[in-house]
């Protein structure tokens, strides 16, 4: 049975505005470190899927053609997928599918964001709900996360201090992350006491707008042996899933699919686990990538994920067992809070876990990382992507 | 030669009519001629969706029944805005999904008549499962924001 | 692994669809499954094609994901035309992790104005400012192939009549009047050399396809159902600069992606061994260059086969028997519905407008907005 893994991993450092490059030039960079990563060339790249999200936040519809010849796609198979924030998590899935097939070998996965470019972010992020009924009430990414704090906060007693602690983590674990875009030590009061942008969220607890590529090599076990590679990440399970377009819908007070709950995640990553054999989430997860814009959203995420159980992620943090020290570390990259360079996001945790699997991640390795976790949110918080990637396969 | 960086401005201006189609089009002229809140309800699930959609995702069938919700619910979700956002409204201001009574699914809209320049002042008004009620404009367009929602018992 | 198309669900074409964008992929997706004999619980993954821009929706998969059955299933949307919705349907039923997998794309072209969109796909340092959209794009590209080809109005005209003849046979037609050649030739230039009557029209409508792998297949009762198997895939995207000499007519990535196909299908001689063919049309000189590229005959041959006849429905290699994308165009969808009535065709349920005795066709579809990249697909009906 063929099996795949990555073989190769690139990303650039995530900033605020890049104006020296164009976005091909600048998802160039992360495939070129990739290729070297791996140990190979372009030629070996037998086809590319594009990691890209919304085209109005790059300012160009399907900008992806515009990067072909940038990484080395040209006259390939190149294929782009857009699940809004999912994205990465939904191209590493399709560079899987392509191995899998039996019909590639070497799949190159690829994107970058120059969000940076446009002031309008929030505006254009308005623009993703329905033109008909919600549109006009001005909600965006950040007021949709919002109502899905303060469901969890009445639900579960969760508070604001809970939204803090992961801030403080993020920013802390993002020190020793040589690509992370906010670098800066934080405390719980400078949180607590940081403007309020939408309530219960307060700029703290928001991610920043990145710019930024990442690039991902998958390979098959065949292309793995003939490479000789031994420090593998091996995608060994992956689940997806897609939740109710309007939130509204999750709100109905039935207990089930409850928009308090990130329940699509829950639904993904049971099918991931399934595939990869963990049964007990807590004991064989080592480390966890999750994709968390705003601290209220990775505190629904590592109770989905099977870490804690629902309405305990706040005092899980209290107690510290997300932290780098902790039982079950999550995001020693920083995660999102401190880089979100929005069509790669997602590619990013896939990359980060990589790492940490590989035993490559430098200052902010986990030890003894067998299995790890990635994830991926997209839409109204309605699209959830999850990787498991092992050691050994 | 020299090394300035240059930029290259650009506006999208693209102008879309967007069809509501018929479903929508029966709510929003309730709403307008009427001030009445209708829902479809699903003839598998029975959930009464709101705001009304023609099909039901759960069971892939089409709805068929109008369904009078009132024009009271309670909050389910709200948050409000102090940030401004390029492009749209001047905070404060608050946004909530509500459960009308009668409904399965809560509709988000405005929530006026509070004031939002104290946001500990606020929230002790503005709360999950607080009782709200639905305020009409006096001149309706058709439109989502031709009604709002206010808190009963203020 | 082996995947075939089980159903096909379509909806009418036409200028405006009174219905709401989820309404009408909720109807396609519905016919699809109707068609497939399969029920919603059955599915397990879903691809949707669509476009963000022509949506007017930022993530415009949010929006219909209720609509194509995709609640709480594993779903993915490709920024793409309809077909690379087809291609990654294909991955993953292939990779052995889905048994099966709903396709669906749409667009209703009434809600904006495409070309406006168009536009936007082109660089904004090089390209935007200098007037490029997908028609001026097509017209630069027609004027280099006339130029080196010799094609003439006449031949655009002929493709012009056949398709929207054909197109008469077909119930879901958005255009269903058939022109003379004197109309075509005086019909006004949009960009010359293209005239208005050379370019497709612009339609709302949606396209979906229910797809599964033999292994599924073998888990069900057998219904006596015909299938179109999909015997070769190949896709492909070129240079976004095709500035080199003729490169800009020559439509590589169509070469290679059919290249690919052939190979997988086993195809030597694709004149000979394809029955009939879905291409897209998206001006009436692009289906002759498209002939070339596919192999239907050699470079700059394309308008022999169009003078002879050869393309008609009942000549000997019938060319969009549907009437094509120059009579119904819901612009992403347009190429998977390219992938539909081949299915159709290769199914024996193409109704009037079934050619006689399909075994095998092909389908081809290309990237929107200047023809950058392409897919070609093989079905047949051999067991």
């Not at chain 1, 990440?233 to 709100?251: E, K, L, P, Q, V």
């Not at chain 3, 119930?171 to 370019?199: A, G, T, W």
Request: glycine share 10%; aromatic share 8%; charged share 25%.
């Amino acid at each position: 049975m063929i099996q795949a893994g990555i073989i190769g991993i690139g990303q650039t450092r995530f900033v605020t505005r890049r104006d020296d490059v164009n976005l091909g030039e600048l998802a160039r960079e992360a495939t070129i470190i990739a290729l070297e990563d791996a140990g190979i060339e372009f030629r070996d790249i037998e086809a590319v899927v594009f990691s890209l999200a919304l085209d109005a936040l790059e300012g160009m519809e399907n900008a992806e053609r515009w990067c072909v010849e940038a990484v080395g796609g040209c006259k390939k198979p190149c294929i782009r997928v857009h699940m809004g924030g999912a994205t990465g998590g939904s191209a590493l899935h399709t560079g899987l599918f392509h191995i899998l097939s039996g019909l590639f070998n070497c799949v190159l996965v690829v994107g970058a964001e120059k969000m940076g470019e446009t002031q309008d972010a929030q505006s254009i992020l308005n623009l993703i709900f329905d033109p008909v009924y919600e549109r006009e009430v001005a909600i965006n990414a950040i007021n949709m996360c919002s109502f899905q704090a303060i469901r969890h906060m009445r639900k579960y007693g969760t508070t604001e201090y809970h939204m803090a602690l992961v801030a403080v983590r993020s920013y802390k674990n993002a020190l020793k992350n040589p690509y992370a875009h906010i670098k800066k030590e934080i405390t719980v009061e400078d949180v607590l006491n940081s403007r309020v942008i939408c309530y219960p969220i307060k700029l703290y607890d928001c991610c920043p707008r990145s710019t930024g590529a990442c690039a991902v090599l998958v390979a098959s076990s065949r292309f793995i042996k003939k490479l000789g590679k031994k420090r593998i990440a091996w995608i060994s399970g992956i689940g997806s899933c897609t939740n109710s377009y309007f939130m509204g819908d999750r709100m109905d007070n039935s207990g089930l699919n409850d928009h308090a709950d990130a329940e699509g995640l829950l639904i993904a990553a049971k099918k991931a686990y399934k595939m990869a054999g963990i049964s007990d989430p807590k004991k064989e997860i080592d480390v966890a990538e999750i994709y968390a814009p705003f601290t209220s959203t990775e505190l629904a995420a590592v109770e989905a994920l099977g870490f804690c159980e629902k309405g305990e992620s706040g005092i899980c943090n209290e107690k510290g067992i997300f932290d780098m020290d902790g039982k079950l570390p999550v995001n020693p990259s920083g995660g999102v809070l401190t880089s979100n360079p929005i069509s790669v996001t997602a590619l990013v945790r896939v990359a980060e876990a990589a790492l940490q699997v590989m035993g490559k991640a430098g200052e902010r390795q986990v030890k003894g990382v067998k299995n790890a976790v990635a994830t991926g949110e997209g839409g109204s918080l309605q699209f959830y992507t999850v990787t498991v990637l092992s050691k050994g396969i | 030669m020299s090394k300035e960086l240059l930029f290259i401005s650009q506006h999208w201006n693209i102008e879309f009519n967007h069809a509501a189609g018929e479903t929508a089009s029966v709510f929003f002229r309730a709403i307008k001629e009427r001030k009445e809140i209708l829902g479809r309800r699903c003839p598998a699930c029975k959930r009464v969706l709101l705001p009304p959609r023609s099909f039901c995702e759960r069971c892939f069938v089409d709805t068929l029944e109008w369904v009078k919700v009132g024009k009271e619910g309670t909050i389910e979700a709200f948050t409000i805005v102090y940030e401004q956002f390029r492009g749209l409204p001047k905070p404060p201001y608050a946004i909530a999904y509500v459960l009308l009574d009668g409904a399965s699914t809560a509709m988000v809209n405005f929530l006026k008549k509070v004031d939002l320049n104290n946001l500990q002042e606020a929230l002790e008004r503005i709360k999950i499962g607080a009782r709200v009620k639905v305020v009409f404009k006096r001149k309706r367009r058709g439109r989502i924001t031709d009604f709002w929602y206010e808190l009963l018992h203020t | 692994m082996r995947v075939a198309i089980l159903g096909v669900g379509q909806t009418s074409y036409e200028r405006e669809k009174g219905i709401s964008l989820d309404e009408l992929v909720f109807e396609a997706t519905k016919n699809a499954l109707e068609d497939s004999g399969l029920n919603l619980q059955e599915i397990e993954s879903v691809v949707t094609a669509g476009s963000d821009g022509l949506d007017g929706r930022a993530i415009s998969n949010m929006t219909v994901s209720g609509s194509c059955g995709a609640y709480l299933k594993d779903e993915v949307k490709v920024s793409d035309g309809g077909i690379y919705g087809l291609v990654l349907a294909y991955l993953r039923v292939a990779s052995g992790l889905f048994g099966n997998s709903l396709v669906v794309s749409w667009t209703k072209s009434s809600e904006v104005s495409p070309d406006t969109v168009g536009n936007l796909s082109f660089d904004p340092l090089y390209l935007r400012e200098a007037g490029i959209n997908p028609i001026t794009y097509s017209a630069i590209q027609v004027s280099l192939y006339k130029h080196i080809t010799g094609a003439r109005d006449e031949d655009a005209a002929k493709v012009v009549v056949k398709n929207r003849g054909n197109a008469l046979k077909n119930p879901l037609s958005h255009l269903k009047r058939k022109p003379s050649v004197k109309e075509i030739k005086s019909s006004r230039f949009v960009s010359y050399p293209l005239r208005e009557i050379h370019i497709p029209p612009e339609s709302d409508g949606a396209c979906a396809l229910v797809i599964s792998s033999e292994r599924w297949l073998k888990t069900r009762k057998k219904t006596g159902q015909k299938y179109a198997w999909i015997r070769g895939i190949g896709w492909s995207l070129e240079g976004y600069y095709r500035d080199e000499k003729k490169e800009l007519v020559k439509l590589s990535s169509l070469r290679k992606a059919a290249k690919t196909a052939y190979k997988m299908a086993g195809i030597k001689n694709p004149a000979k061994e394809i029955d009939t063919a879905e291409v897209s049309d998206i001006t009436a000189y692009h289906e002759i260059m498209i002939y070339e590229a596919l192999g239907f005959c050699g470079d700059s041959e394309g308008i022999e086969l169009v003078r002879k006849g050869v393309t008609e429905i009942d000549g000997e290699l019938p060319v969009n028997p549907s009437g094509g994308i120059l009579s119904s165009n819901p612009i992403f969808a347009s190429s998977l519905v390219r992938v539909a009535e081949a299915a159709l065709q290769v199914m024996g349920k193409a109704g009037e407008r079934q050619v006689k005795g399909v075994n095998t066709a092909l389908a081809q579809g290309f990237t929107w907005s200047g023809t950058q990249g392409s897919c070609v697909v093989i079905l047949d009906n051999r067991i």
